[in-house]
């Protein structure tokens, strides 16, 4: 070092052993203030960068995953999806399970169908009589059988006066009966 650069320094008054120690370590800090600012600070955003790129992949794997089973589970329904020519079978089918749970069955008939993409939509009209009890049992049946139905429209309402200032006097073990209507559909594929 010149000698007289560090002469008109605040340092003057040090020696210059000491003199050369500070100055070598203020260059020292300025070099680790540089590589903070222009090496480390880099490389820290790239690792966030990276760790961001890693938790939309990670989200993706996820998507793609839940995705995956989503379509396996259509396939199952599909599966179980009857075909346009079983229309005529599924009017009888919910015939037959509406005298199962002990309905009088008033009308079942099949009503006008509509197309959904690539199936078409086929609504069933059920008049039918039964206790409540019945009622809601076909209704449970009909949520879990085997065919997978929809309840579009449901009317319930008294088909006889049980109750009320005229009414006759019901026995403690007769039950209301219920006058049920109600349009249930189902998708039928193609074939």
Do not use: N
Not at 11 to 39: D, E, M, N
Not at 65 to 78: D, Y
Not at 96 to 102: I, N, V, Y
Not at 169 to 176: E, G, H, N
């Amino acid at each position: 070092m010149k000698p007289g650069v560090l002469a008109r320094s605040p340092l003057r008054h040090l020696p210059s052993a000491q003199q050369r120690l500070i100055v070598h370590g203020v260059i020292l800090l300025l070099t680790f203030g540089v590589a903070q600012r222009w090496v480390l600070q880099p490389v820290e955003h790239r690792q966030r960068t990276l760790q961001r790129d890693l938790d939309t992949a990670t989200q993706r794997t996820t998507i793609l995953r839940s995705l995956e089973g989503t379509q396996r589970s259509l396939g199952k329904i599909r599966r179980r999806l009857p075909s346009r020519g079983d229309s005529s079978a599924l009017v009888q089918q919910l015939a037959t399970l509406a005298a199962t749970h002990h309905l009088t069955i008033d009308a079942v008939t099949p009503q006008s169908t509509s197309a959904v993409g690539r199936y078409t939509r086929f609504p069933i009209r059920v008049e039918a009589t039964g206790t409540f009890a019945d009622v809601t049992q076909f209704l449970y049946a009909l949520q879990t059988g085997t065919t997978p139905f929809r309840c579009d429209h449901l009317d319930v309402a008294i088909a006889s006066e049980t109750w009320g200032p005229g009414a006759p006097k019901a026995s403690p073990t007769s039950a209301a009966q219920l006058r049920m209507q109600l349009t249930a559909s189902t998708l039928l594929r193609e074939g």
